[in-house]
């Protein structure tokens, strides 16, 4: 056991899951020597060689295609998008063709590659560098979309992902990179893909988020009356979403507040409330919450924090959803 | 049938002004005057020290993320070969010559400090924003310059970008679209050697990146990125061209002296002994030595210069520092030009739960009786 930060659990599923399979090949932007922007992949490129740790010309629709045809011809590739506002140029190969290619070809060709892409807001950084996209991808057919928000997370679902057969889209929450620390076991272990996880268990209110709004909601719970008991749900995986756990929970609590950084309409809020309405009517004591980013861009950072749905605006929300 | 040479290119390299400070007489006849060589020099001179102080501002938390310019002031040459009308779509790297084509300094300080007023480019100018996805504005200006064509304008769009930037598709597209479209554009490459930790040669397996222009019908120069005459000659020749319907690349053979952002720590990919000898090369330095060679500059000038520079360097700052918060109704009023209900809302109650905002759906719930509205803890 290690006491390790996101980012060090991250670069410990790398290190593993590049040490006992030798397909398993890194690229990108400043990923090799420099071990990207981050650090995420800090040492990886001096461990094992310049052909597994692959610095690439500054082309995202390169990366994301090429890491395609590396998936479909044996190498478990695992590019980096460097930003989640630079995943423009590689939508068309990402949605248009690593999503479709197993459908399409009715299983004979398969995308098995893990996209590492850092995703939101709250670190005062320039512009398309505090987004969060991940409806878009979760409204794609034919991508799994996963998002850690704590260490021993990160690595047990990164290490799925890499070893899941089709595309997934590993979003990192840099907000919380370097945050806070948790014991990492040294051994291998998996957090399956499609399971959510209740952070804290509760009787009146649900609560479902996921990446670096699981913090503000814990820290949102925190601020509130201790007689209000709050069942606090990390989706960890967007897609397929763990639709058990959450009407499991709603029909205990009867109230339901989803909480996410990007933007209300048809945000993941809309489909989490939609599927709480369809599964949990008769159980419902109050309409279904949503505390998100609003309908415009993540501003600059100086009214970044005027944008993002910090811990008194979900505390807000509970209570009224609580109160109804 | 003997096989023939289906195509064959040549791509020249221009210096004028050397490292030393010598100058090609020749090539330099009918570039810039004395004066413009002065008013060139003091320019660059201000924006270095600009760029010390952003850098400074970002150390001591008063500015977010910057990237230096250092070493790349002499791009300044391009805005005296541009017009009045003439179009400037950047990247981030050539601040000095969208000053001197009328950007007031303090808006990028203001961009850089998270303020999207350093993006608010006054009426009268032709300027973009910075473009932070690389690669991709090149495109705007390849559409600028063909707007200009088809409504007969005197106008020429230049745009900026880096050697990393010639990797993304965009760029290709870019210049394609300028030459299949007789568009007036001007495609400046600053190839300062380094896309953050990317060297060149991981960049591309080209010999050069000018020739990649060669591929689309542009005329194509490479020219010494330091050197004022060389960038000015290159960049008034192309809009001579431009004009006539015939775009142009041009590849500046530069160094980005500083890391490449404050973000970064360029010790951790670079050899110390190649920024060495890159600063020799600054263009600062050679600017300087000509002016001396030929008397028109001084020890005492050059100090008077300094004194000047730190009063506009610091009134720059004043002025992006000083300015008034923002409103945070802005970020919802500048999205369209009429606001939808729904945004208006948002803005209004700052809320996006749904509990709180429409009084009647709690008092349904509760009939008809009065109820107190729903305290928030947080505020309590
Ligand atoms: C589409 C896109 N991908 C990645 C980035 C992150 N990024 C910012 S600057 C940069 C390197 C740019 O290199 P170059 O074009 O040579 O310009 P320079 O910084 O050297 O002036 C990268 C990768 C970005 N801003 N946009
Ligand atoms: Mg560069």
Known sequence: ?324 | MPIKVAYQATIEYMQILDEQGGLDAKLARDTLTDDQVVMLYEHMSMCRRLDEIAFKLQRSGRLGTYPQNMGQEAIASVALAARPQDWMVPCYRENAALYLHGLPPEMILLHWMGDERGNQIPEGLNITPMSIPIGSHMLHAAGIGWAARIRGDDQVAFTFFGDGATSEGDFHEACNFAGVMHAPVVFICQNNQWAISTPRSKQTRSETFAQKGIAYGLKVRQVDGNDIFAIFRAAREAVADALKGQPTMIETLTYRLGDHTTADDARRYRDPAELEAARKRDPLIRTRKYLESKDLWSADQEEAMIERNKAQVDDIVARATNIEKPKTTDIFDAMFATIPPELARQRDTMQTNSLGQFPQQETLRRGATAHSPTQSPAHA
């Open chain 1, 1 to 324: 056991m290690a006491n390790l930060t996101l980012v060090q659990a991250i670069n410990l599923a790398l290190t593993q899951e590049m040490e006992a399979d030798e397909s398993v090949v890194l690229l990108g932007e400043d990923v090799g020597l420099n071990g990207g922007v981050f650090r995420v992949t800090e040492g990886l490129q001096q461990r094992f060689g310049e052909h597994r740790v692959v610095d690439t010309p500054l082309a995202e629709s390169g990366i994301m295609g090429a890491a395609i045809g590396l998936a479909m011809n044996g190498i478990k590739s695992v590019p980096e998008i460097q930003f989640e506002g630079f995943l423009g140029p590689a939508y068309d190969q990402l949605v248009n063709h690593a999503a479709r290619y197993r459908s399409r070809s009715r299983g004979a060709i398969t995308v098995p590659m893990t996209v590492r892409v850092p995703v939101g807001g709250g670190i005062h950084a320039p512009e398309l560098h505090s987004d969060s996209p991940e409806a878009i991808y979760a409204h794609t057919p034919g991508l799994k979309v996963v998002m850690p928000s704590s260490p021993y997370d990160a690595k047990g679902l990164l290490i799925s992902a890499i070893r899941d057969p089709d595309p997934v889209l590993f979003f990192e929450p840099k907000r919380i990179y370097r945050a806070f620390r948790e014991e990492v076991p040294e051994d291998e272990y998996t957090v399956p893909i499609g399971k959510a996880k209740i952070v804290e268990e509760g009787t009146d209110v649900t609560v479902v988020t996921w990446g670096a709004m699981t913090i503000q909601c814990i820290n949102a719970m925190d601020s509130l009356p201790e007689d209000l008991s709050v069942e606090l749900i990390d989706l960890r995986t967007i897609y397929p979403i763990d639709v058990e756990t959450i009407v499991e929970s709603v029909s205990k609590t009867g109230r339901c507040v989803v909480a996410h950084e990007a933007p209300l309409t048809a945000g993941l809020g809309a489909e989490i409330s939609s599927l709480v309405q369809e599964r949990c009517f008769l159980h419902l004591e109050a309409p279904v919450q949503r505390v998100t980013g609003f309908d415009t861009f993540m501003p600059y950072y100086k009214m970044e924090l005027d944008y993002l749905p910090e811990a008194p605006r979900v505390a807000e929300a509970i209570a009224a959803c609580a109160a109804y």
